[in-house]
Every structure is written in structure tokens, then in C-alpha cells.
């Protein structure tokens, strides 16, 4: 099977470690199909699946040699037909406030950046669906790095267990998954691309991390983040069930066009009226309007209460992100007093509007710099700015 990116670039949906077919990623059907062409008998497939299931996602099992629960020629058979691989870490960097950046290589080495977040009662895994982005949004450093495909479920599932592997998350011997801390209790898809352009894929790898036999994660605490491609919105609602973040960033469709281009193709109207429908809306289940705080660009008193006005109806949050400025970026930051008077219009209106604190920056992880470091170096700065002002 293939998954076509928006410039139709193919992509194999299964990685391939020589003709090892790689469990990692394969949905459960998928999986039972790969071992009954493997040879395993039919009627015991289903039990296979399961009992492969659980040693790969809730104990992060790499060799079948040691399942200890299958027989010593399936596993000999195993081992000849199929691999359980992970992304290859490139880089691993720990800021000073604990969040670590992984540069990881993928398929046709190509490479992608993934962040562990860990704060006070959650650790908050940020993942990557595309290698670069189609979107190109003006104050995102992401968005200078141009698509190159889309990741498969094995490449999405993968983040997930490299940073569980360098967590040392797994649980020890004799002990449930539920027993141990859960270091990594949170995923958010607002990484490299734009979920909703790679949907099937995104949506097979976060089935996978939800399931109630493996990673075991609530569709509550896996939050995909948007530009705001409105034809995908209820698909996301319908068939992956998350919570919902829009990156939304702008109060008119003139600044947001430049700020967010999706936006000349579906503007901030269509926009909210998907977000209005959207299943399961309520009061414990808000959708969080991302907000970038740009210095005299959206960061008014006129702008907090247009920004009311718009969302008015739909359960939400609003998270004001103070720009993470990076070299050749067009914009600055606005001051702590404006974003604290933009917050409390927000506040008195009834919304909650929490101040992000940037995490990450001195190893340009922070929010909207994601963005791998060979590949900087390969671009001057006057390369940069040259393509961000096209």
C-alpha cells in the first residue's frame, strides 16, 4: 500500500529492513496478514497478533528471541521473516529545562526532529507526520524546510518508542505498563508538517498508540494540531477521536493569509464552522486555538476582542505562544505587558488563556522552530530570509 502526499509523491507504507517486513506500524489487520503470508497457520493468527502486540508496544520488546511465550521455531520464523525497527537517533539534545530533541533518520535518509517536553504532572511528546511542510507559514521555521514526503504509521509509531526507549520507560519484568510513572503520558501532532495532509497514516499510528493492549494512551491525551485543512476535520473527529488544536494565529482573513496561506484556500469562516461541528465539542472536551504573539502584527487590544468574537459558541482555550524568534525570522516577539493585556481581554470574556513558557529555545526546540540542524546548515541566512519573503 502507498500513501500519496498533496504533491503526490509515493512513499512505501512499510519499512523495509532488507526483506524484513517491519511489524512496527502495521495496523492489526495489516499484522495478521503479514504472518499468515509468512506462514503462520490461520486460525492462530488473531492469538499471534496479540501476543506480538503487547511485546512490541507495552514492553518495547526489540528481538522476538526473548517472547518467551512463543514457541522457539515461530520465533526462529519471526526472525527471518520480520524486524521491529525504530527511527535511528541522529542527535539527542537536552536543554537546561529538561526537554530533549531527537534528530532521527528515517527511510531513505531522510530526517525528522521529535521533542519530549516533561513538566510537573505530564511529559508531552511533540512528533513529526511529514518530512518538511507544504504549508509554509510565515513565522514558522519549520515551514522554510520544503515537503518532501509523508511519514508512515512505522515512522510516526516510531517517535513514540524511541523516546520511551530513551526514557528507560518500558516496564521492568513481572510489572503492568499501569504499574509504572508514566514519563510520557501525552502525544501532540505539532511537529514537522501538517497532520491532516498525511490523514490515513496519522490516523493508523494514533489507533495504534491508543490501543487499550499496547502504548495504551486516552484519545483525550493525544492532541493533533491544524493549520486548518477543513475537509480533514471531521474525518479527524470521526475516525481518530483527539483532541483538537488550530493553529490559528491571526483575527482577519488579511493578516491570516500572510501569517497562515491555508488560509486563501479555506479562510477563517469555513474554518470555524468545521470547528462548530466538531464531534464530541464540549466544556471537557475544548478545542485549543493556538496563537502566535507577533510584535505589531496580531497582538492588539482590537485583535483580543475580534479573537472573542470569532470563537464565540465554541468551547475553548486559548494558548498564547510568545514568538520563538530563530535567524532571518520576519517578526519579533511582543512584549510580556502587551501579551498579559491580550490575556486578560481573553480572561474577562470568559476564556481560558494561559501563557505558554517557551521550552526548549536553546536547542531550537521550542514551538514553531522545529527544524533539523543539518539541514539549516546546509542554508545561509540570507537563503532563509530569501524564502520567506518568496
Not at 476535520?233 to 493569509?257: N, Y
Amino acid at each position: 500500500m502507498t500513501a500519496i502526499t498533496p504533491d503526490n509523491i509515493t512513499v512505501p507504507r512499510k519499512l523495509l529492513d532488507g526483506d524484513k517486513t517491519n511489524l512496527v506500524g502495521l495496523t492489526r489487520d495489516q499484522m495478521r496478514e503479514a504472518l499468515i503470508a509468512a506462514g503462520t497457520p490461520e486460525r492462530q493468527a488473531g492469538m499471534r497478533v496479540g501476543q506480538l502486540w503487547q511485546w512490541i508496544y507495552q514492553k518495547g520488546v526489540t528481538d522476538f528471541s526473548v517472547m518467551t511465550n512463543l514457541a522457539k521455531d515461530y520465533r526462529a520464523l519471526l526472525t527471518e521473516k520480520f524486524t521491529i525497527a525504530r527511527p535511528e537517533i541522529v542527535t539527542r539534545q537536552v536543554s537546561s529545562d529538561g526537554t530533549r530533541k531527537y534528530l532521527l533518520r528515517i527511510q531513505g535518509g531522510h530526517e525528522v526532529e521529535t521533542v519530549y517536553i516533561p513538566e510537573e504532572d505530564r511529559g508531552t511528546l511533540c512528533i513529526s507526520s511529514q518530512v518538511g511542510c507544504t504549508l509554509t507559514c510565515s513565522f514558522c521555521h519549520t515551514g522554510t524546510q520544503k515537503l518532501v514526503r509523508n511519514l508512515t504509521p512505522a515512522e510516526i509509531v516510531g517517535q513514540i518508542l524511541v523516546a520511551r526507549d530513551d526514557l528507560g520507560e518500558w516496564p521492568k519484568p513481572g510489572r503492568h505498563p499501569k504499574d509504572e510513572t508514566r514519563l510520557l503520558s501525552n502525544i501532540v501532532l505539532m511537529g514537522m508538517g501538517e497532520p491532516l495532509y498525511n490523514f490515513e497514516n496519522v490516523r493508523d499510528a494514533m489507533k495504534i498508540a491508543m490501543d487499550a493492549e499496547g502504548i495504551s494512551l486516552s484519545r483525550r491525551r493525544i492532541t493533533l494540531s491544524t493549520s486548518g485543512v477543513v475537509p480533514e476535520i471531521p474525518r479527524a473527529g470521526a475516525e481518530i477521536g483527539c483532541m483538537l488544536a488550530i493553529s490559528f494565529h491571526a483575527t482577519t482573513d488579511e493578516v491570516r493569509d500572510k501569517l497562515v496561506p491555508i488560509n486563501n484556500r479555506w479562510n477563517i469562516e469555513a474554518l470555524l464552522n468545521a470547528l462548530r461541528a466538531y464531534p464530541k465539542l464540549s466544556n471537557s472536551e475544548r478545542i485549543t486555538f493556538e496563537y502566535v504573539m507577533l510584535k505589531g502584527v496580531n497582538d492588539s487590544d482590537d485583535d483580543a476582542r475580534r479573537l472573542v468574537q470569532l470563537i464565540k459558541g465554541i468551547p475553548a482555550k486559548i494558548n498564547l505562544i510568545p514568538f520563538n524568534e530563530w535567524p532571518g525570522a520576519p517578526y519579533e516577539r511582543s512584549s510580556n505587558n502587551r501579551i498579559r493585556a491580550f490575556a486578560d481581554i481573553i480572561y474577562k470574556a470568559g476564556y481560558a488563556s494561559p501563557i505558554r513558557t517557551p521550552r526548549g529555545e536553546d536547542i531550537m526546540a521550542a514551538c514553531g522552530q522545529l527544524k533539523s540542524a543539518t539541514e539549516r546548515a546546509r542554508k545561509s541566512r540570507a537563503q532563509i530570509e530569501a524564502e520567506i519573503r518568496g
